[in-house]
């Protein structure tokens, strides 16, 4: 079952990655050389902007998956030791149907 967390964790990431680089490249407005060249001072900053952004980004993801990761963890835990109680708990019923008991 781990297995199957990791990969899909995995292709979320792959997937995440690729999308970011696809929405950056749909940002980018070439309509006017021009304005290219009157801008290209203050693109630089918007760009360390940009990858500022897509890395911190990146990282709320990762804590958020790695989040819900521990917490699927937590829970499947107590439900085996819910299940391994359950399998060594007396059951008096049981005995008593059997005649093991008094």
């Known amino acids: 079952m781990e297995a199957s967390i ?3 964790l995995q292709i979320l990431l792959i997937f995440s990655s690729i999308s970011l680089q696809f929405f950056s490249g749909l940002s980018d407005d070439s309509s006017s050389s021009k304005k290219k060249a009157a801008s290209h001072a203050t693109s630089h900053g918007s760009t360390g902007t940009k990858v500022a952004i897509i890395c ?42 059997l005649g093991l008991r008094d």
């Open 6 to 8: 990791r990969r899909s």
């Open 56 to 97: 911190f980004a990146l990282v709320a993801v990762g804590l958020f998956s790695f989040f819900l990761f521990k917490l699927y963890q937590k829970k499947k835990r107590e439900e085996q030791y819910a299940r391994l109680l359950k399998l060594f708990e007396e059951d008096d019923e049981l005995e008593l149907e």
